[in-house]
């Protein structure tokens, strides 16, 4: 029999992943994806970036590059982020393979089994796994249309041990949609200043806004407070460019940084040099800027399809959150209802979603699932809303 660790132990497989599977069968309509829409990567632009390359770079490209990333992309992310007021200076920025990557080696560098971790419910399933993996405790707090609610996070903070590491996803987020209000996250930036705890903003959707009012609202804490370079922030090129890139960064104070980079080094050595030739070029070509203004307004369309038929479909009792931005609508069904069970029915009649209870760091609670808008062809939005709204009928 093999003997594996005690940390594989606390791994949960990834209903995501095993969903992706059956989601694969031709003529299912999916909502599963958190991922862009195939038709929309700027596959052109890359292209053209490739074939504008000199040699040299080409065969930079090929070749390892050092394990903070691939310096001249250093400098085009840390002037991306100078430009949106981050404290590039006082701070220390690695590119890490995807988002994912930066919440993992934080977590490595911070977490001992056992240690306490406050984040949200629901939370990204990608976090969960990374803090289970280090065999932490995970204290949830609710969110409401608002963002977390404060009573629920200054009680997780009055419960012994101290929690080390606090992880929101404040700007449109996974799965539930919503982007904290300015209040929410003033009383956030308030609570945090009498905290010794590590704080890591994840903002893989915040370029992803559909109206001025919410742009207003995707300034990050980590910009806004005094206390910012204090603050862990990460971003991810996944839903800006795409996720086959693997690219995300991670902005942080020097001395967690440098253990986060000695981490990386036996994870990966480095972030792979070829897509970061790419990024940087996109950045510094001043492409970025040009491909969201042509991304918003397919993605809010494809949103607006989303709550239109939802609106016309779902019984009463069952709600939903209206984001302003992202990739996700958040669905509640009453307390008393499984989504599991509307999702077997829904898959055998062709649609197909993630349940709640994959996005609860307890997993327990499963009134809840999450669509994806972002990857569906958008004419399939309204067929396969109403079919997950049958089912839904069906158990009410
Ligand atoms: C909230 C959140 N954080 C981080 C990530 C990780 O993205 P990536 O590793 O592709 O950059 C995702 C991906 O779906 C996400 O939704």
Known sequence: MVRFANSVESMR??????????????????????????????????????????????????????TPGY???IQSVKQYLREKGFPVDTNELIITTGSLQAIYLLAKVLLNPGDRVVCEYPSFIGAIAAFNSFQARMDTISLDDDGPVMEELEAAFRRTPAPKLLYLTPYFHNPAGIIYSQARKKAVIEFLKDQDV????????????????????????????????????????SKILGPGMRLGYLLAPPEILAKCELAKQSVDACSATFT?????????????????????PIYARRLKSMLHTLEQSMPSGVSWTKPAGGFYVWVKLPEH??????????????????IGQTFDP??????????????VPEDKIEPG????????????
């Open 276 to 296: 970061q030739v790419l990024a940087h070029e996109f950045l510094v070509q001043n492409k970025l800027q040009a491909y969201l203004e042509f991304i918003r």
């Open 71 to 73: 310096p001249p992309l």
């Open 362 to 375: 307890e997993a327990r609670r499963n009134n809840c699932f999450r669509l994806a808008f972002s990857h």
């Open 13 to 66: 497989r990834s209903e995501i992943r095993d969903l992706m599977k059956s989601a694969s069968s031709p003529g299912l309509i999916t909502f599963a994806g958190g991922m862009p829409n195939n038709d929309l990567f700027p596959i052109a632009e890359i292209d053209e970036i490739y074939r504008g390359l000199s040699l040299k770079t080409k065969q930079e490209g090929f070749q390892y590059c050092p």
């Open 198 to 237: 590590v704080y890591l903003e994840d903002n893989p959707y915040g370029e992803i806004y559909f109206t001025e009012q919410a742009l207003e609202l995707t300034r990050p804490i980590k910009v806004i407070t005094a206390d910012a370079e204090k603050i862990c922030y990460t971003g991810s090129f």
């Open 337 to 354: 209802l499984d989504a599991t069970k509307v999702l077997k029915e829904s898959v055998q009649n062709g649609a197909v979603f993630v």
């Open 385 to 396: 809303i109403e079919i997950i709204a049958r089912a839904v009928k069906k158990f009410m």
